[in-house]
Every structure is written in C-alpha cells, then in structure tokens.
C-alpha cells in the first residue's frame, strides 16, 4: 500500500525554538514535495527534493531527503508567528499500472506562539 | 501568466444534482490530479491522468467522474450519487519529467457546499 506519514500532526512551538516535521513513506520516489498550507487558501509550494541526500532552504526552513530512509525531514530554525500553517508532505509514487500518482502526508498544524 | 486555474471559487449544489467544477493549466504539464480536502484534514485522492484521454481512480473516486479531452484541461463532476460532497476541492498538475522544473503546482481550490 502506498503510505505517507507525518508527524507530529500538531505541533505548537515557542518563538525562537527550533524543531522538525518528519515525513516517511512506503515506497520508492523520484520526487518529494513540501507545501504550506494558509487556513482557507491553496497550497504553496516550498521545496521540491528530487535525490538521494537532497538538501534545500529558504529562509528558516530546510528540508532534506533520505530516499534510503524514505524519510524526509522539514527543519524550523529560530521559529516566527509568521511560519503558522499547516505543512504537508507529498510523494510522486507509481501504481500497480505504472502512473505517477501524488500521495499527501495528512499534515503538520504548526502554532507558534510568543 | 502560467498557471492553473480552478472554478468556481464558490459552489452551491442541491441534493441530487449534479456539479461540475473547472481546472485547467497553460503548463504543458502531463499529470493532472484532483484532491478533496475536508476541514482539518488532508488531502484524499479522487481521480489523476496522465495523458489525453486516459484518467486513473485515486483512494475516494466513488461518486465522482472526470474527463480529459484536451492535455490542459481536466474539470471534475460531483455526481448525485456522492452522499456527503461539501468539501475543499483541489486540481493540481505537474510534469513527469525527473529534471529541469518539476513543481506540482494547486489551483486556488473550489469550496463546494450542499444546500
């Protein structure tokens, strides 16, 4: 079956403090997509990660990618108010036939707080 | 501007009807995909395609029906026989190329309600 999972599903975080979102899924990728999410808005795309040992970063974000692991990470340094969204995690997958399919992890509801 | 673009942004459908909602790409991206988001979840598949004319069932096709007549345009309709559709919908593409520029890229959604 092909899987996605995150976690922590929600995390709440003091302004300042560092922490990770963590992304495993079940079968082999060429492609690992990080979106963020605003409450009633589309998804924004932050980091695509196409190889083994992949590292990306924009501003007080940065993901990386283990296709060994099937684990990605997404890294908050020094964490603002501004970076509160939900984050989610999505993997370009083959089926059973042979087509690329995007599977989405359920998301991670960050909260930062003062 | 390149893009995708879903409508309408708002959607209202009575019981038993039957909803179309619009999303194409001026991309030239392959793959097309169409997500249902409930509030407070993620993202649950419904139908992808990769190709002209051809269209694959994701986790949750029941009640849902698509169609892709043309490489951008990929619209999906809600049929009556979905019992509880109101929900955030979502179209995406991307390419199926491995390099160069590989995003998957969302509309701005369709928030369907049953009234």
């Known amino acids: 079956e092909l899987k996605v999972e995150q976690n922590p599903l929600f995390l709440s975080m003091q302004e300042g403090k560092n922490y990770t979102i963590y992304c495993n899924y079940s079968?082999?990728?060429?492609?690992l997509y990080w979106y963020r999410q605003d409450p009633g808005k589309s998804l924004e795309s932050l980091f695509v990660?196409?190889?083994?040992?992949a590292v990306k970063q924009e501003g007080r974000l940065m993901a990386s990618l283990d296709t060994k692991a099937r684990l990605s990470t997404l890294h908050i340094t020094a964490a603002v108010h501004d970076l509160s969204a939900t984050y989610f995690c999505?993997?370009?997958?083959?089926?059973?036939?042979?087509?690329?399919?995007?599977?989405f992890g359920a998301g991670t509801r960050l909260a930062v707080h003062p | 501007d390149g893009g995708i673009t879903q409508s309408p942004k708002y959607l209202f459908r009575k019981e038993g009807q039957n909803v179309t909602l619009s999303c194409e790409q001026n991309?030239?991206?392959?793959?097309m995909y169409w997500y249902r988001q409930d509030p407070g979840q993620g993202l649950r598949l419904i139908y992808y395609?990769?190709?002209?004319?051809?269209?694959q069932k994701g986790d949750i096709a029941e009640g849902y029906s698509v169609s892709r007549e043309k490489k951008e345009s990929f619209p999906l309709t809600v049929t009556s026989a979905q019992k509880n559709p109101t929900a955030f919908y979502l179209c995406?593409?991307?390419?199926?190329?491995?390099?160069?520029?590989?995003?998957?890229?969302f509309g701005q959604g369709t928030r369907l309600t049953v009234v």
């Open positions: 991309l030239n991206h392959d793959a």
């Open positions: 995406a593409s991307s390419t199926l190329e491995l390099f160069g520029n590989t995003e998957a890229f």
């Open positions: 395609s990769q190709i002209v004319n051809d269209f």
């Open positions: 079968t082999t990728s060429d492609r």
């Open positions: 999505a993997v370009d997958m083959s089926d059973d036939g042979g087509y690329n399919k995007l599977i």
């Open positions: 990660l196409l190889s083994n040992g």
